[in-house]
C-alpha cells in the first residue's frame, strides 16, 4: 500500500514539475546553427590572439579600415580618410548613424581609445604606435593621427584581418586595461552578443543588430555592406567531429567551420551538404626553430633544414587529397601581392646531400633537436613523424616528444636548454592571413627576447621590417620582403612546409558566405528548413 | 543509526583534505601553462609572464594552494581562468545534463539489469542463461562510443527518429528533454546492464542455494514468490552496493558519452578545463566528484540496514 501511494505521489509530483516546467519558447525567424572549429571561451579579441574569439569579435564589433577581397584596405567604418602631403597627419572621418548595441552612437573618443588598447596589445599595433605623436579629436564623429616619420602602418594595421584585428570599443570598455579581459560586450557591429545565453561548453547566441548601418558596396572580404540576413546565430560547441558531421548529415546544424579532412569524402557524397571553401588563402605549415639553443643557434644548421625538407611530404601526411593542399615556395603566400620565390631556389627539395654538406660545415655534433610532437590537433599530429624522418635522413639526431597541444603551447615559452624542459623545435600552423607581409609574420620578429618564441636574433631582417613599416609605395614594399626572404634563407627564422587549405561543410539551403581569410556571417542567407 | 551518519559525515573531511592536495599538486605537476594557452600563438614571453602575475600562478605554489584553500572554505572556488566566469556558476549550469543523464541511465540499466540477472540464475546453464551473459559480456567489450555511433546512426541519420546530438532542459519541454536522452542512456546503459545483471545473477544464484529457499519451496511456494520474496531480497546487498558505485561512476564518467551526444555536462567541462588547464575549475570539480563519491557510498551503507535486518552500526 505504501508502495503504491508512494508512487503515486511520485507521478503527480512528475506531472506537476513537468507543468511547471513546460513554457512556451519563442521562435527566431531563421536561426542559423553552427559548429565553429573551436568552443568560445575568452570573448575579449584584444586580451588574446585566439581565432575564435577574433572570430567572435568580427560578430560583434566593427573595424575602422577592413582588407577586401583582393587584398586592398578600405574604408569600413570610416565614411573618408586623408593623409597629409608629408605624410604625417592621418584624419579619418566616421559615417553617420554608426551606433552601439547600446543605442549611443559611436564618437572618436571611443576610436581612439580603442585603437590606444589594441596598440598597446597587438604586435602591429605596438609597431604602428611607435610612429604615433598624438591622437587629436576634431569633432564627434572625426579624429586625426598624428605621426613622428611616415608609415604605411596606420592603414595596413588598423585594417588588419587577423589577430588581433583592431575591434572598435565604446569608450568605457576599452578604457580597460590590455591586460585585463572586458566585461562588457558591447559592439557596433552587425550581431549582439547574447551574454545571458552563452553557456561556455554548449552555445553561445548573437542575434542581428536591427540598427546597424551597413556600407553600400556589396561585401568584399572583410570589407563592403555587412548586410545580415538570418536573426540569430547559434555557435554550438560539438567537440567531437564525428557527432558534428552527423548533426550537419541529419540536419540538425546548418554549417561546419572545420570538417576533419577524413571526414570529407562522407560530407561530399551526401545530397543535402556541400563544401565550400571561404578562405582561398587558407593556412601555411611551419617549423619554428628554437634559434637560441644548441644546434640551432648555429644559421647554418638551420640551413641545412631548409634543404631537408620538403613541403609535398608534410602536406600528403597531414592532408591527403592534393584538392587541399599547395606546394608554395613563397614565404608570403601564393598568389598574394608580396608572394615571390625570391631566394628559394633549391631550397625546400630533400636535397639531403647539400644537407648532410651544410651540418659538417656547421660542424654539428649529433646533439639531439628536441621536437615537441603535438598528438591531438589532427592538422598537425602527422607534421612532427614526417620532420623526424627527414631530419633523420640529413643526418639529424631526433628526440620526438609526444604531447598534446596545450603542453606544447606551455613548453615552447620555456627558454631553458631542451635537457632541462625546454625545447629546440615544433611544427605548427598559420592562417595566411597572418603571414602576408614580414611585419605581420610573428615568426619573422627576429628582435631576440622580445620576439616571439624561439627568439630569432637578426638585425638585418629586424633593419628590414623597420623599413617595411615606414613604407607606403607597395614596389618598394615588394622589394623589401624580398630582402627579407633573401636575409632568411640566409638565416632561417622558420621554415613554411606549404599551404592547405579547409573547406567548410554547409546545408544546400544555406549560401551567401563571404569569400575572407575570416569566418563571417553577413550575407548569409537560409531558405527552407 | 544517527551517531553513525555523523561518524562518516564527519569523515568526509579529512578525505576531501586529502583530495585537495593530492588534485591540487597534481596539477601543477602536470606540464602545461594556462598563461601560455591564454595568452594565444602570437604571445610574447611577456605575455605569458604578465599573464602568468594576474592568475596569480608566480606565486609559489604552497601560496596558491592556500589562498585557494582559504576562498573554498567560504565557499568560493573562484574564478575560471578561461569563461570569465565564477566556477560555481559554470558547474551549476552543467549539473543538470549530467544528473539527467546519468539518473534516466540507472534508472533504465536497474530495469533491465535485475530482471535480467534474477531470470539467468532462475535459468542457470540454459540457453536463456547464456544469452544472458552473451550480452553481459558483450555489453563490457564494445567500447561506449563505438555503440554511441551506431545508435546515431541508426535511429538519428537513418530513421531520423531522434537527435543526434544536444540536450534541452526539461523546463523546455518534456518530449525535447526526453528525446535527446533516449540515445545517450541507451549508450551508457549497456555497460552498466552487463554489469549490474552479472552481479544479480551471481548473488542471486547464492542465495538459491541457501536452505531456507529450499525450505521455501518445499512448501510449496511458487517460483515467483521465491525469487522475488525470498532470493532477490536477500541478494539485494550487492547489487544495491553495485548500483551505488554505477550512480558515482556515472556521474563521474559520462565524458566520452557527453562528447560523442554533445551534452554540455559536468563530463565534458571536466576535459575542457583539463585540456585548457583551467585550474579552479578541475579543482572545484574534482572536489564535487569526490564528494559524491563519498557521500553515495554512506547512502549505500544506510540501505544495507533496511535491505538486511541484521546488519547494524
Same mark, same amino acid.
Given at each position: 500500500?505504501?508502495? %503504491?501511494?508512494?508512487?503515486?505521489?511520485?507521478?503527480?509530483?512528475?506531472?506537476?514539475?513537468?507543468?511547471?516546467?513546460?513554457?512556451?519558447?519563442?521562435?527566431?525567424?531563421?536561426?542559423?546553427?553552427?559548429?565553429?572549429?573551436?568552443? $568560445?571561451?575568452?570573448?575579449?579579441?584584444?586580451?588574446?590572439?585566439?581565432?575564435? %574569439?577574433?572570430?567572435? =569579435?568580427?560578430?560583434?564589433?566593427d %573595424?575602422l579600415?577592413?582588407?577586401?577581397?583582393?587584398?586592398?584596405?578600405?574604408?569600413q567604418m570610416l565614411e573618408?580618410?586623408?593623409?597629409?602631403?608629408?605624410?604625417?597627419?592621418?584624419?579619418?572621418?566616421l559615417r553617420d548613424g554608426l551606433l552601439w548595441?547600446?543605442?549611443a552612437p559611436v564618437t572618436?573618443?571611443d576610436c581612439?581609445?580603442?585603437?590606444?588598447?589594441? =596598440?598597446?596589445?597587438?604586435?602591429?599595433?605596438?609597431?604602428?604606435?611607435?610612429?604615433?605623436?598624438?591622437?587629436?579629436?576634431?569633432?564627434?564623429k572625426?579624429?586625426?593621427?598624428?605621426?613622428?616619420? !611616415?608609415?604605411?602602418?596606420?592603414?595596413?594595421?588598423?585594417?588588419? !584581418?587577423?589577430?588581433?584585428? !583592431?575591434?572598435m570599443?565604446? @569608450?568605457?570598455?576599452?578604457?580597460?586595461?590590455?591586460?585585463?579581459?572586458?566585461?562588457?560586450?558591447?559592439?557596433s557591429g552587425?550581431?549582439?552578443?547574447?551574454?545571458?545565453?552563452?553557456?561556455?561548453?554548449?552555445?553561445?547566441?548573437?542575434?542581428?543588430?536591427?540598427k546597424y548601418k551597413?556600407?553600400?558596396?556589396?561585401?568584399?572580404?572583410?570589407?563592403?555592406?555587412?548586410?545580415?540576413?538570418?536573426?540569430?546565430?547559434?555557435?554550438?560547441?560539438?567537440?567531437?567531429?564525428?557527432?558534428?558531421?552527423?548533426?550537419?548529415?541529419?540536419?540538425?546544424?546548418?554549417?561546419?567551420?572545420?570538417?576533419?579532412?577524413?571526414?570529407?569524402?562522407? $560530407?561530399?557524397?551526401?545530397?543535402?551538404?556541400?563544401?565550400?571553401?571561404?578562405? !582561398?588563402?587558407?593556412?601555411?605549415?611551419?617549423?619554428?626553430?628554437?634559434?637560441?639553443?644548441?644546434?640551432?643557434?648555429?644559421?647554418?644548421?638551420?640551413?641545412?633544414?631548409?634543404?631537408?625538407?620538403?613541403?609535398?611530404?608534410?602536406?600528403?601526411?597531414?592532408?591527403?587529397?592534393?584538392?587541399?593542399?599547395?606546394?608554395?615556395?613563397?614565404?608570403?603566400?601564393?598568389?598574394?601581392?608580396?608572394?615571390?620565390? @625570391?631566394?628559394?631556389?633549391?631550397?625546400?627539395?630533400?636535397?639531403?646531400?647539400?644537407?648532410?654538406? $651544410? $651540418?659538417?660545415?656547421?660542424?654539428?655534433?649529433? %646533439?639531439?633537436?628536441?621536437?615537441?610532437?603535438?598528438?591531438?590537433?589532427?592538422?598537425?599530429?602527422?607534421?612532427?613523424?614526417?620532420?623526424?624522418?627527414?631530419?633523420?635522413?640529413?643526418?639529424?639526431?631526433?628526440?620526438?616528444?609526444?604531447?598534446?597541444?596545450?603542453?606544447?603551447?606551455?613548453?615552447?615559452?620555456?627558454?631553458?636548454?631542451?635537457?632541462?624542459?625546454?625545447?629546440?623545435?615544433?611544427?605548427?600552423?598559420?592562417?595566411?592571413?597572418?603571414?602576408?607581409?614580414?611585419?605581420?609574420?610573428?615568426?619573422?620578429?627576429?628582435?631576440?627576447?622580445?620576439?616571439?618564441?624561439?627568439?630569432?636574433?637578426?638585425?638585418?631582417?629586424?633593419?628590414?621590417?623597420?623599413?617595411?613599416?615606414?613604407?607606403?609605395?607597395?614596389?618598394?614594399? @615588394?622589394?623589401?620582403?624580398?630582402?627579407?626572404?633573401?636575409?632568411?634563407?640566409?638565416?632561417?627564422?622558420?621554415?613554411?612546409?606549404?599551404?592547405?587549405?579547409?573547406?567548410?561543410?554547409?546545408?544546400?539551403?544555406?549560401?551567401?558566405?563571404?569569400?575572407?581569410?575570416?569566418?563571417?556571417?553577413?550575407?548569409?542567407?537560409?531558405?527552407?528548413? | 543509526?544517527?551517531?553513525?551518519?555523523?561518524?562518516?559525515?564527519?569523515?568526509?573531511?579529512?578525505?576531501?583534505?586529502?583530495?585537495?592536495?593530492?588534485?591540487?599538486?597534481?596539477?601543477?605537476?602536470?606540464?602545461?601553462?594556462?598563461?601560455?594557452?591564454?595568452?594565444?600563438?602570437?604571445?610574447?614571453?611577456?605575455?605569458?609572464?604578465? /599573464?602568468?602575475?594576474?592568475?596569480?600562478?608566480?606565486?609559489?605554489?604552497?601560496?596558491?594552494?592556500?589562498?585557494?584553500?582559504?576562498?573554498?572554505?567560504?565557499?568560493?572556488?573562484? +574564478?575560471?581562468?578561461?569563461?570569465?566566469?565564477?566556477?560555481?556558476?559554470?558547474?551549476?549550469?552543467?549539473?543538470?545534463?549530467?544528473?539527467?543523464?546519468?539518473?534516466?541511465?540507472?534508472?533504465?540499466?536497474?530495469?533491465?539489469?535485475?530482471?535480467? #540477472?534474477?531470470?539467468?540464475?532462475?535459468?542457470?546453464?540454459?540457453?536463456?542463461?547464456?544469452?544472458?551473459? #552473451?550480452?553481459?559480456?558483450?555489453?563490457?567489450?564494445?567500447?561506449?562510443?563505438?555503440?554511441?555511433?551506431?545508435?546515431?546512426?541508426?535511429?538519428?541519420?537513418?530513421?531520423?527518429?531522434?537527435?543526434?546530438?544536444?540536450?534541452?532542459?526539461?523546463?523546455?519541454?518534456?518530449?525535447?528533454?526526453?528525446?535527446?536522452?533516449?540515445?545517450?542512456?541507451?549508450?551508457? *546503459?549497456?555497460?552498466?546492464?552487463?554489469?549490474?545483471?552479472?552481479?544479480?545473477?551471481? *548473488?542471486?544464484?547464492?542465495?538459491?542455494? +541457501?536452505?531456507?529457499?529450499?525450505?521455501?519451496?518445499?512448501?510449496?511456494?511458487?517460483?515467483?514468490?521465491?525469487?522475488?520474496?525470498?532470493?532477490?531480497?536477500?541478494?539485494?546487498?550487492?547489487?544495491?552496493?553495485?548500483?551505488?558505485?554505477?550512480?558515482?561512476?556515472?556521474?563521474?564518467?559520462?565524458?566520452?558519452?557527453? *562528447?560523442?551526444? *554533445?551534452?554540455?555536462?559536468?563530463?565534458?567541462?571536466?576535459?575542457?578545463?583539463?585540456?585548457?588547464?583551467?585550474?579552479?575549475?578541475?579543482?572545484?570539480? /574534482?572536489?564535487?566528484?569526490?564528494?559524491?563519491?563519498?557521500?553515495?557510498?554512506?547512502?549505500?551503507?544506510?540501505?544495507?540496514?533496511?535491505?538486511?535486518?541484521?546488519?547494524?552500526?
Open positions: 500500500m505504501l508502495r %503504491t501511494r508512494c508512487l503515486k505521489f511520485a507521478v503527480l509530483a512528475a506531472a506537476a514539475a513537468v507543468g511547471a516546467f513546460v513554457l512556451p519558447t519563442a521562435q527566431a525567424q531563421t536561426t542559423l546553427r553552427v559548429v565553429m572549429h573551436s568552443d $568560445l571561451k575568452i570573448v575579449d579579441p584584444i586580451w588574446t590572439t585566439a581565432y575564435i %574569439t577574433r572570430n567572435h =569579435g568580427y560578430m560583434i564589433y %573595424t579600415f577592413a582588407t577586401d577581397a583582393n587584398g586592398k584596405v578600405q574604408p573618408k580618410y586623408a593623409v597629409s602631403a608629408d605624410g604625417l597627419t592621418y584624419t579619418l572621418t548595441h547600446d543605442g572618436a573618443e581612439v581609445a580603442s585603437i590606444r588598447r589594441w =596598440g598597446a596589445k597587438d604586435a602591429m599595433g605596438q609597431k604602428m604606435m611607435s610612429f604615433v605623436k598624438d591622437f587629436a579629436i576634431i569633432d564627434a572625426t579624429f586625426r593621427i598624428n605621426l613622428t616619420s !611616415p608609415t604605411g602602418l596606420v592603414v595596413g594595421g588598423l585594417g588588419k !584581418p587577423s589577430s588581433a584585428a !583592431p575591434f570599443m565604446p @569608450k568605457r570598455v576599452a578604457e580597460t586595461s590590455p591586460n585585463e579581459q572586458i566585461s562588457d560586450f558591447t559592439g552587425p550581431f549582439v552578443f547574447k551574454k545571458d545565453e552563452w553557456k561556455p561548453g554548449d552555445k553561445a547566441v548573437y542575434v542581428k543588430f536591427d551597413p556600407r553600400a558596396e556589396p561585401p568584399s572580404g572583410m570589407a563592403g555592406g555587412k548586410v545580415v540576413k538570418v536573426d540569430r546565430i547559434e555557435w554550438r560547441a560539438v567537440a567531437d567531429q564525428q557527432t558534428a558531421v552527423n548533426a550537419l548529415l541529419a540536419g540538425e546544424i546548418d554549417y561546419i567551420e572545420q570538417p576533419a579532412h577524413d571526414l570529407l569524402p562522407v $560530407l561530399k557524397k551526401d545530397a543535402g551538404v556541400k563544401l565550400v571553401d571561404i578562405n !582561398p588563402l587558407g593556412n601555411q605549415y611551419a617549423f619554428r626553430f628554437n634559434s637560441t639553443v644548441k644546434p640551432f643557434d648555429n644559421p647554418k644548421v638551420k640551413q641545412a633544414l631548409l634543404y631537408a625538407f620538403n613541403q609535398e611530404d608534410f602536406l600528403k601526411a597531414t592532408i591527403g587529397d592534393p584538392t587541399y593542399y599547395k606546394v608554395c615556395l613563397e614565404m608570403f603566400i601564393c598568389g598574394t601581392p608580396l608572394g615571390s620565390t @625570391k631566394g628559394t631556389d633549391g631550397l625546400l627539395q630533400s636535397n639531403f646531400v647539400k644537407a648532410k654538406q $651544410l $651540418l659538417t660545415e656547421a660542424g654539428y655534433d649529433g %646533439t639531439p633537436i628536441v621536437l615537441l610532437h603535438s598528438t591531438d590537433l589532427q592538422v598537425l599530429t602527422n607534421l612532427a613523424p614526417v620532420a623526424k624522418s627527414l631530419m633523420e635522413k640529413a643526418g639529424f639526431k631526433v628526440d620526438m616528444q609526444d604531447m598534446d597541444w596545450q603542453t606544447v603551447v606551455a613548453r615552447r615559452a620555456k627558454k631553458e636548454p631542451p635537457s632541462q624542459g625546454g625545447w629546440s623545435a615544433f611544427l605548427t600552423s598559420w592562417v595566411s592571413a597572418d603571414v602576408l607581409n614580414p611585419v605581420a609574420t610573428a615568426f619573422l620578429n627576429s628582435s631576440c627576447d622580445k620576439a616571439l618564441f624561439g627568439w630569432p636574433c637578426d638585425a638585418e631582417i629586424e633593419k628590414l621590417r623597420d623599413q617595411f613599416a615606414r613604407e607606403a609605395d607597395p614596389a618598394k614594399q @615588394k622589394a623589401i620582403a624580398e630582402a627579407v626572404q633573401l636575409a632568411w634563407a640566409q638565416d632561417p627564422t622558420h621554415v613554411f612546409l606549404g599551404q592547405w587549405y579547409q573547406p567548410a561543410a554547409v546545408r544546400k539551403n544555406i549560401d551567401g558566405f563571404v569569400i575572407a581569410p575570416v569566418t563571417v556571417f553577413w550575407n548569409v542567407t537560409k531558405t527552407g528548413k | 543509526m544517527l551517531a553513525y551518519i555523523a561518524r562518516r559525515l564527519l569523515a568526509t573531511i579529512p578525505v576531501m583534505a586529502i583530495v585537495a592536495v593530492l588534485v591540487f599538486s597534481m596539477l601543477r605537476l602536470t606540464p602545461g601553462d594556462p598563461a601560455a594557452i591564454i595568452a594565444g600563438a602570437a604571445a610574447t614571453s611577456q605575455d605569458i609572464i604578465d /599573464i602568468r602575475a594576474r592568475l596569480g600562478l608566480d606565486r609559489s605554489i604552497v601560496a596558491q594552494f592556500f589562498v585557494w584553500i582559504g576562498n573554498v572554505l567560504t565557499g568560493d572556488f573562484g +574564478e575560471s581562468f578561461f569563461f570569465k566566469k565564477q566556477v560555481a556558476a559554470l558547474i551549476a549550469d552543467r549539473v543538470g545534463p549530467t544528473l539527467a543523464l546519468a539518473t534516466t541511465t540507472m534508472i533504465l540499466s536497474v530495469l533491465v539489469a535485475v530482471p535480467l #540477472g534474477v531470470i539467468a540464475a532462475w535459468k542457470q546453464g540454459t540457453w536463456i542463461d547464456r544469452i544472458v551473459m #552473451g550480452f553481459s559480456v558483450l555489453g563490457f567489450s564494445v567500447p561506449v562510443f563505438v555503440v554511441g555511433y551506431v545508435l546515431i546512426y541508426i535511429f538519428a541519420v537513418e530513421l531520423s527518429w531522434l537527435p543526434v546530438q544536444g540536450y534541452q532542459p526539461l523546463r523546455e519541454g518534456l518530449w525535447g528533454f526526453l528525446q535527446r536522452l533516449i540515445l545517450p542512456s541507451l549508450t551508457l *546503459s549497456v555497460i552498466y546492464i552487463a554489469l549490474i545483471a552479472r552481479i544479480t545473477r551471481t *548473488s542471486v544464484l547464492e542465495v538459491l542455494n +541457501e536452505d531456507y529457499i529450499r525450505t521455501a519451496r518445499a512448501k510449496g511456494l511458487p517460483d515467483r514468490v521465491v525469487l522475488m520474496k525470498h532470493a532477490l531480497r536477500n541478494a539485494a546487498v550487492p547489487i544495491v552496493t553495485i548500483i551505488g558505485i554505477g550512480v558515482a561512476l556515472l556521474i563521474g564518467g559520462v565524458v566520452v558519452t557527453e *562528447s560523442v551526444f *554533445s551534452i554540455p555536462g559536468l563530463g565534458r567541462l571536466t576535459v575542457d578545463a583539463v585540456l585548457a588547464r583551467d585550474y579552479p575549475t578541475v579543482q572545484a570539480v /574534482i572536489l564535487l566528484f569526490s564528494a559524491v563519491y563519498v557521500l553515495l557510498n554512506l547512502v549505500v551503507d544506510v540501505a544495507y540496514t533496511f535491505l538486511d535486518p541484521r546488519i547494524r552500526y
